[in-house]
């Protein structure tokens, strides 16, 4: 039975990810930072483990208790929605650690199990913010290109040994809670003089009619882990698939 292992599946995407894979008879290694049985079936191919991609040590001790692993998702992250003026650079910092580096982290542990065994697949979630200039989102999708041009790159490397590397690049989702996460935890102190222009922008999002949804993404990322012919960039989303057409890409 293949097993995988997700990160952040406390909400979200992680979950819906979690959800289909198990529904596909995969044995699934849930983690996240506090561990919750929430909205994840109660099922004997479902672990649940704690997880910081931040910590060297927890990342350690997840994969010692999950054993070896045929395909690993990062999709722990955060967001954070501001103008630079108005973003505090230690929570900057923060961001980075979390959706750069853990990705790189938990990439880099895996990596030589997967080598040695000449098998397994690495999806890590970007964003389609990534495809398009956006106002208001200029640190968070400095973190995600970031994500993308560490991945096209390691999968070269990783390609040697028979291990494949793939990014999805999920739409805007208002049907999870990832927005409101990234409000509370980076704060949104929007500066006065920005404060009109940030708002304008917030409509135009809110009064989009194409959308992301949670099912959209673990669909992408179940394409990316099963289909060897998958291409590098999947865009998840009718909202993603508009981005990615109109920056000229076609998806396959």
Known sequence: MPRILITGCSSGFGRAIAARFLDEGWEVIATMRTPATDGLPNLDRLRILSLDVTQRLSIEAALA?????????????????????GAEIDKARELFDINVLGTMAMTQAVMPAMRQRRNGVIVNISSSVTLRPLPALSIYSASKAAVNAFTESFALEAAEFGVRARLVL?????????????VTRMGMDVPDAYGSFVQAYFQSLRNATEKTSALDV??????????????????????????????????A
């Not at 990322?221 to 590098?232: E, G, L």
């Open 65 to 85: 208790e999950a054993g070896p692993i045929d395909a690993l998702v990062n999709n722990a992250g955060v967001g954070m929605l501001n103008v630079l003026e």
């Open 218 to 251: 673990a669909n992408a990322v179940w394409r990316a882990v099963t289909d060897v012919n998958a291409p590098m960039m999947l865009p998840a989303g009718a909202d993603a698939e508009a981005l990615y057409r109109e920056a000229g890409r076609c998806a």
């Open 170 to 182: 999920p739409g805007s989702a208002p049907e999870t809670s990832f927005g409101k996460n990234a």
